[in-house]
């Protein structure tokens, strides 16, 4: 007890240097076990009123709440306030999905790679108090994932020394000595005594876990203050032609996430304007947008351009070619005679720093599927090519002993090295020969292609990309998710081509694969057609394609549980033997959310019979999506 108050009278003298406490927040008093003279009263309050935090009981509404502030914390409620506060979106879905209170935040760390824990391991854990130790990883992995700047290594070791318990975290694991010094030296978290020790098998409370949230809360707001006042988009002419402040707020985001990142990746220590005029004309004729040369500055020596957005495609997502163009900024050549690189390296830039970042993104045409011809056919012409140069970043990366194929390519052309990217050109596969020790790009892409046909290159993301560095930790700019391949859902574009009924033009047929887990498929007894005696559909998928899972989401992912559906059978179309194959079939379901994994299936027709459509027996089938994946 002595050192917990110890901390608390530690934090109290942190937190006047720390934060600054609106006026409001001194006579606003939600919790009676919180009062204004507590020394966690201020971040209580905001992490209260920010949402990230709730009350135990009472009424905080009328200043008769309770908070607990000694009460410790779970994994599961420490995971649900961090996950609530910086991914409501993402917690909002996952919460479709049921399961207990704690399994959307469990979820989202998951995705956000928030714990090292197994999904068994975090689930078995879940309800247990949550040591500062892991406490400490979550924070600095959180730290890196929203943006918020990272302690350098010297600013580490000066925390460590600050540390009163430091031989006994180095002594724990190996580990923990990273991760402790990291969230001391951002100022997370401090000492609990005078001493300043960890205590790293100590727990976290209530109290604390406010403070730990305002200060990370704080933190990315500098650091996102300090991003918008480094880059900043100008609106020139023509926006009353767009006049919906959301197309603005699209173009905003994904400005201050997409152009840090190209930035980062190829300005390569040149001085690249950092503020960009957006202009909206009127027609483009067949380009959506487009990227003008503006002036020379004189003094910064930069040609400064501008991006122009032509009004008739205003109801098109500007994110089709918003990165695109942010990535000719970067570029800004002085002079290439360019029949495909410039084109093709601003597509890749969109490709990797924008689509390849959050799997939402990911569309049909950018998923890898061995045996694709898209993937073989594109040959040195403008626009495309990106898997090409996803395998050249694979195979030939930038590290810090130097720069890769695509950069030292890059590098050339702004040294004006190379002054065209004919495939032939001598100066172009000089570089080539260089990094590579391939004679031409014509003969690495003859590589590419055999690497395809043999399997022996294959793309699951970029998570493990040994350039992803450059771009990662980035004040104010979050780090990538890095999807995978195996995260993408392969009935996206699929469409019902028969069903047995439905119940109303709210609850059709196409709901099961529209991408939409709140909307349903659902039909009665007496909805059933053709003498149909079984409910079922049958589905063709946008392309033939290659699958070993699949998740079914029943009623009681939304609803009641009772009426999830019990029963049914899964068949695929072989088209060798123009058989329908059954893959595999289910009975006694009770589970809201199915999940299922078998030895691969390769068809573009499926067909689903529910065989018991409801735990009422009201012979009424209700199912929301079926999702289809790789997961190889």
């Known amino acids: 007890m002595k050192k917990r108050l110890t901390s608390l009278l530690l934090t109290v003298l942190t937190a006047i240097s720390l934060m600054t406490v609106p006026a409001s927040a001194a006579v606003t008093v939600h919790f009676t076990d919180v009062p204004s003279s507590h020394w966690a009263f201020p971040y209580v309050e905001r992490a209260y009123q920010d949402g990230a935090i709730s009350g135990t009981g009472g009424d905080p509404g009328k200043g008769t709440g309770t908070f607990s502030p000694g009460t410790e914390l779970t994994y599961g409620q420490f995971f649900t306030i961090l996950t609530r506060a910086f991914y409501p979106e993402e917690v909002a879905r996952a919460q479709k999905l049921g399961g207990p209170w704690y399994a959307p935040a469990l979820q989202v760390a998951q995705d956000h790679g928030l714990t090292y824990f197994s999904e068994e391991t975090l689930q078995r854990r879940a309800e247990h108090p949550i040591d500062r130790y892991n406490a400490s990883y979550i924070i600095v992995k959180l730290m890196k994932d929203i943006g918020i700047p990272f302690p350098s290594a010297q600013e580490r070791?000066?925390?460590?020394?600050?540390?009163?318990?430091?031989?006994?975290?180095?002594?724990?694991?190996?580990?923990?000595?990273?991760?402790?010094?990291?969230?001391?030296?951002?100022?997370?978290?401090?000492?609990?005594?005078?001493?300043?020790?960890?205590?790293g098998k100590g727990t976290i409370y209530r109290d604390s876990a406010a403070v730990i949230y305002t200060r990370l809360a704080e933190r990315q707001e500098t650091a996102q203050g300090d991003l918008q006042q480094e880059y900043q988009i100008v609106y020139g002419k023509g926006w009353e032609l767009i006049p919906d402040p959301a197309y603005r707020k699209a173009l905003e985001d994904e400005f201050y996430e997409t152009y840090?990142?190209?930035?980062?990746?190829?300005?390569?220590?040149?001085?690249?304007?950092?503020?960009?005029?957006?202009?909206?004309?009127?027609?483009?004729?067949?380009?959506?947008?487009?990227?003008?040369y503006v002036e020379l500055d004189e003094k910064t020596g930069i040609w400064e351009r501008r991006i122009d957005i032509d009004a008739s495609n205003q109801d098109t997502e500007p994110?089709?070619?918003?990165?695109?163009?942010?990535?000719?900024?970067?570029?800004?050549?002085?002079?290439?005679?360019?029949?495909?690189?410039?084109?093709?390296?601003?597509?890749?830039?969109?490709?990797?720093?924008?689509?390849?970042t959050d799997m939402d993104r990911v569309v049909l045409d950018?998923?890898?599927?061995?045996?694709?011809?898209a993937q073989r056919?594109?040959?040195?012409?403008?626009?495309?090519?990106?898997?090409?140069?996803?395998?050249?970043?694979?195979?030939?990366?930038?590290?810090?002993?130097?720069?890769g194929l695509i950069d030292s390519i890059h590098n050339a052309i702004i040294a004006g090295e190379i002054a065209n990217d004919d495939p032939s050109d001598?100066?172009?596969?000089?570089?080539?020969r260089r990094v590579t020790g391939y004679d031409t790009i014509k003969d690495l892409h003859q590589q590419y292609i055999k690497e395809l046909d043999a399997g022996t290159w294959t793309f699951n993301g970029f998570k493990d990309y040994a350039d992803n560095y450059i771009t990662e930790g980035l004040p104010g700019v979050a780090d990538p998710i890095y999807p995978s391949n195996g995260d993408f859902n392969l009935c996206a574009g699929a469409h019902i081509y028969r069903v047995s009924g439905e119940m109303s033009a709210e609850t059709v047929g196409n709901s099961l694969v529209d991408g939409d887990r709140s909307t349903k498929w659902q039909a009665g007894p007496k909805d059933l057609k053709d003498q149909n005696r079984h409910h079922e559909l049958g589905i063709t998928l946008s392309r033939p394609m290659t699958f070993d899972t699949y998740t079914?989401?029943?009623?009681?992912?939304?609803?009641?549980?009772?009426?999830?559906?019990?029963?049914?059978?899964?068949?695929?179309?072989?088209d060798k033997t123009k058989e329908w194959v059954q893959f595999?079939?289910?009975?006694?379901?009770?589970?809201?959310?199915?999940?299922?994994?078998?030895?691969?299936v390769t068809t573009q027709n499926l067909w689903l019979r529910v065989l018991d459509p409801s735990g009422t027996g009201d012979e009424t089938v209700r199912l929301y999506e079926l999702e289809l994946y790789d997961k190889r």
């Open 584 to 600: 595999d079939e289910v009975w006694d379901n009770t589970q809201d959310v199915t999940t299922r994994t078998f030895p691969p």
């Open 552 to 574: 079914l989401y029943h009623e009681g992912s939304q609803g009641d549980s009772r009426e999830n559906t019990r029963a049914w059978r899964l068949m695929y179309y072989d």
């Open 366 to 373: 950018s998923y890898y599927r061995q045996g694709d011809p």
């Open 377 to 403: 056919d594109w040959y040195f012409e403008a626009y495309g090519g990106e898997w090409f140069f996803a395998y050249m970043d694979s195979r030939y990366p930038t590290t810090s002993k130097g720069f």
């Open 157 to 199: 070791e000066q925390a460590a020394a600050r540390i009163g318990d430091w031989a006994a975290v180095q002594a724990e694991d190996d580990a923990w000595p990273y991760y402790v010094s990291a969230a001391y030296a951002a100022g997370i978290l401090s000492g609990v005594d005078e001493d300043g020790t960890f205590a």
């Open 319 to 356: 994110s089709w070619a918003f990165t695109h163009e942010l990535t000719h900024i970067v570029q800004n050549y002085g002079y290439l005679q360019s029949a495909w690189w410039t084109e093709c390296l601003a597509d890749y830039g969109k490709f990797r720093y924008y689509v390849w």
């Open 260 to 292: 840090p990142r190209v930035l980062a990746r190829w300005a390569m220590g040149r001085a690249i304007q950092k503020t960009v005029p957006i202009a909206v004309e009127k027609d483009l004729g067949s380009a959506f947008m487009q990227t003008a």
């Open 426 to 432: 001598p100066a172009f596969n000089a570089v080539v």
